[in-house]
């Protein structure tokens, strides 16, 4: 696959509509072409915003009399007097609907300007989910783990660098008593792999549970070669476990690498400005420890 190939297809990919051979030879060529990836970013990006801003907009709030009506007409002209229409009926309607609509417009504007936030670094893997999931449920599944992504960013900037958070962390150990075990011992399962591969290149800084943007993160902070690394745990907002995904670079933003990794409930991020392949680095070292503590250790409150 060339460039031009790929560009051609790109938001196909993006929209999950691609048979998994030619999904296989969009991840080869996106892993030795940065250009694309830096495209196939822009693109995602772009969709997220124009999601959001669809939502949130005032015409697409849906009046409560409206939805009545039309849930009261869909009753009578598919069931008749029967009572076996319900809310999540409408709700699968209207989302079907929204979906397309959605689609065709992001598509629209992607066309239009293909190349926007190129600066943000692309997740080469296809989001690793239940099969037969609607696209729309696929859309916020990702959406909701880009903004987890950029809130563990905020988090090792301004907890582990600078200390500003408007919250002050508490210590894993009462974390595990009021969030869940994962919390206890994380820190543990951080230090240890770093330290039997780089040795006195890997220290352990300090270790904590913190709240930013309204996310919980059990954070673990380590210095490698000089350099200061946040580990960042979060447990995934829709509440469904994922298959194991291998450790990924996910994002380049502010000279920050942000690598990432996802097991069981939990999305992992490790950040740092450290070199791309030093970061990823670090987080390939710890996630076979943090895996096997995050199943050992699933217990939440």
Request: hydrophobic share 40%; proline share 2%; charged share 25%.
């Amino acid at each position: 696959m060339n460039c031009k190939d790929f560009r051609e297809i790109a938001d196909s990919y993006l929209s999950n509509e691609l048979l998994v051979e030619t999904n296989h030879d969009v991840l080869r060529h996106l892993e030795s072409c940065a250009e694309c990836r830096g495209e196939l970013a822009g693109r995602r990006e772009l969709r997220e915003q124009l999601r959001v801003a669809v939502i949130k907009a005032p015409r697409s709030r849906i009046d409560p009399g409206f939805a009545l009506r039309v849930k009261s007409s869909l009753h009578q002209q598919a069931f008749g007097k029967e009572k076996v229409w319900n809310s999540l009926g409408l709700r699968m309607v209207f989302a079907g609907v929204g979906a397309a609509i959605l689609i065709a417009v992001a598509i629209g504007l992607t066309m239009q300007n293909p190349n926007a936030n190129q600066q943000i670094a692309v997740d080469l893997q296809t989001p690793l989910v239940e099969k037969n999931v609607s696209l729309e449920t696929l859309w916020i599944q990702r959406a909701a783990f880009v903004a987890a992504q950029n809130d563990a960013l905020e988090d090792h900037k301004h907890c582990a660098l600078t200390h500003d958070l408007e919250e002050n962390p508490i210590s894993l150990d009462k974390a595990a008593k009021l969030f869940g075990t994962t919390n206890k011992g994380l820190d543990l399962a951080v230090i240890h792999p770093l330290r039997e591969a780089f040795g006195g290149d890997a220290k352990f800084l300090t270790a904590h549970f913190c709240l930013i943007n309204g996310r919980r993160f059990s954070h673990v902070v380590v210095q490698y070669r000089g350099k200061v690394v946040s580990v960042l745990l979060t447990k995934r907002e829709e509440g469904e476990r994922v298959t194991d995904s291998e450790a990924i670079s996910c994002k380049n933003a502010e000279n920050f690498q942000v690598a990432c990794f996802e097991s069981g409930s939990y999305s992992v991020f490790v950040v740092s400005d450290l070199a791309e392949s030093d970061n990823l680095r670090v987080a390939k070292t710890v996630s076979p420890s943090v895996k096997k503590h995050i199943e050992e250790n699933n217990s939440d409150v």
